[in-house]
């Protein structure tokens, strides 16, 4: 990227990564952020320290008493001022998620409408933070339950959605009254400059107080400042399994909320009967699309034995299709992995296949040579394995497809697609009604995000997004998850002239 487009971003020094609106200030170690597109250094952001970390918490503290009380529906202008502002700077922006994360440009730009898109479902939730009117059991009362604001939530998000998660929570908190601090991933910190830059020329333009929207910096400890911080009601964390039961140990001890949306193991199911012409776009895009790292890539495609050889075929024709380079260039279809550490988990995963006895389809290697400088290229891999391996059940951020057969009906294929710990996307692909409702009934998938005839991939922000089992249970975007943001209030209001007390009790004085 040019100078001139960071600076558009707000990224023009290397001082900045901690923000309470526009009042940047760092003292901590220098953070550097090297894109995977070429192994070249963009920018250094400062960490947070301790003592700027308390410094972003007491401005939190006092905005949060003022903007919770201006109306939800003006809260909401905000937002729709936020949601103006990214689809101008969609195009750059885009741009910057590309070449810091890694993911192709139209991701990028598909990350940014996804920003814009939840803005624009806040706007609208910001006329319609309801509650319910109750009947109640004595006379001459009335009751009903109503939401308040939380006050501070602080939010945590990973490197592959690296400004997209944090609209998802941010959007809502905001028009739920609730301040935000950000605590982005070390891996792509430059995306949360620039997040913080835009947000925080609309306060400014609006004279709001600063410490509505902030950013704290810094590897896991910083996190973990804000898991322990009891100023902090809500943590919203996404990233590993592993660092979601961290947060939510440490969260829970001090009875705080937490909102985990964690790994997945997703699978999609393919019937005797399916459109398979389909079935390769959905499993193709879903295991290779930003290089196998999302939470919702296709890890494991559950063929049934009468269709599984045409299928496999499909899948290696298909795969030798795939172009891999430089993200920026819209010809390729698939760009690096984040860093030399996932490289090494992939070529892990490609031992561990073997030493379980796996076979290895289409050649699992990194890229060298011209274009694949930055040594974080590597090619998508194929693997027939069976459901209980070690390597499948567990989530392996990487371009890797596992292809297993499934006999019988498709309760056979719903018991290996439900036999791992993580329960987020899933799919099937079907001709058939019946296998079609049994696979979205209590009976079929045990996962959050259930599909047919569609990927496990890619989620519309319409609908409440996370999994049950190891991705945590919670639930961010669209429906009502805008709940969990509130803190939930019972009310009743006795009109009469007497106090009758609940269930028939007789008090009398």
């Known amino acids: 990227m040019t100078s001139k487009e960071l600076k558009a ?39 947070t320290t301790r003592k700027e970390y308390e410094k972003v918490i007491q401005e939190a503290e006092k905005a949060k008493l003022i903007w919770r009380d201006i109306p939800a529906p003006k809260r909401g202008e905000i937002v729709r001022q936020l949601g103006e502002k990214l689809r101008e700077l969609k195009p750059v922006l885009g741009k910057l998620v590309s070449y810091e994360m890694g993911k192709s ?40 339950d109503q939401y308040h604001p939380l006050g501070t939530v602080g939010i945590i998000t990973a490197f592959n959605f ?25 891996k792509t910190p430059l995306c949360a400059v620039a997040c913080q830059h835009i947000i925080s020329e609309i ?38 399994t592993r660092m979601g039961k961290e947060v939510a140990t440490v969260v829970a001890k001090r009875l705080g909320k937490s909102l985990l949306e964690l790994g997945g ?57 795939i172009k891999i380079g430089d993200p920026l260039d819209s010809q390729n279809h698939m760009g690096p992995l984040i860093d030399n550490q996932a490289v090494k988990m992939y070529l892990d995963a490609l031992e561990k296949i073997k030493a379980e006895g796996g076979n290895i389809l289409t050649k699992g290697e990194v890229l060298t040579g011209k274009g694949f ?9 194929i693997a027939e394995v069976e459901n209980h391996y070690a390597i499948v059940q567990h989530e392996t951020f990487a371009p890797i497809l596992y292809l297993i057969k499934y006999k019988g009906e498709v309760n056979d294929a719903i018991a290996l697609q439900n ?21 979205l009934s209590q009976n079929g998938s045990d996962c959050g995000i259930a599909n047919v005839n569609i ?12 999994g049950e089992k190891d991705t945590g249970g919670g639930r961010e975007s669209g429906s009502d998850a805008w709940k969990v943001y509130m803190r939930r209030q019972t009310n009743t209001i006795n009109y009469t002239s007497s106090l009758p007390l609940a269930q028939g009790i007789k008090f009398d004085l």
């Open 105 to 144: 440009y139209q991701e990028g730009l598909g990350e940014v409408q996804e920003m814009i898109d939840i803005c624009d479902f806040a706007v609208g939730l910001s006329r319609q933070l309801y509650g319910n009117t109750i009947h109640s059991e004595r006379p001459g009362h009335r009751m009903y």
């Open 9 to 47: 971003l707000g990224i023009e020094a290397e001082n900045l990564g901690t923000s309470t609106g526009t009042k940047w200030f760092a003292k901590g170690e220098l953070l550097e952020s090297y894109s995977p597109t070429n192994g070249k250094l963009i920018a250094k952001v400062k960490c």
């Open 265 to 321: 193991n997703n699978a999609i199911i393919v019937s005797p009967s399916a459109d398979l012409k389909m079935t390769i776009i959905g499993a193709v895009f879903g295991a290779v699309g930003t290089a196998g790292q999302r939470c919702t890539s296709t890890r494991r495609l559950i063929i049934h034995e009468s269709i599984y050889d045409k299928v496999k075929k499909s899948l290696v024709d298909a795969y030798k299709q």
């Open 203 to 240: 306060l400014k333009s609006n004279k709001l107080p600063e410490g509505i929207s902030s950013i704290v910096t810094g590897d896991a400890e910083v996190g973990k400042w804000i898991s322990e911080d009891e100023r902090i009601p809500l943590v919203s964390a996404t990233g590993s």
């Open 162 to 186: 690296p400004v997209a998660v944090w609209s998802w929570n941010a959007a809502l908190a905001l028009v739920c009254g609730d301040v935000v601090v950000w605590k982005p991933s070390e």
């Open 419 to 439: 036999g791992v710990k993580q329960g987020l996307s899933s799919a099937i692909m079907t001709n058939s009604l019946r296998e079609a409702e049994l696979f």
């Open 455 to 466: 990927g496990t991939s890619g989620a519309e922000i319409g609908g409440a997004f996370g």
């Open 373 to 381: 400088e930055s040594g974080c290229y590597v090619r998508p891999v």
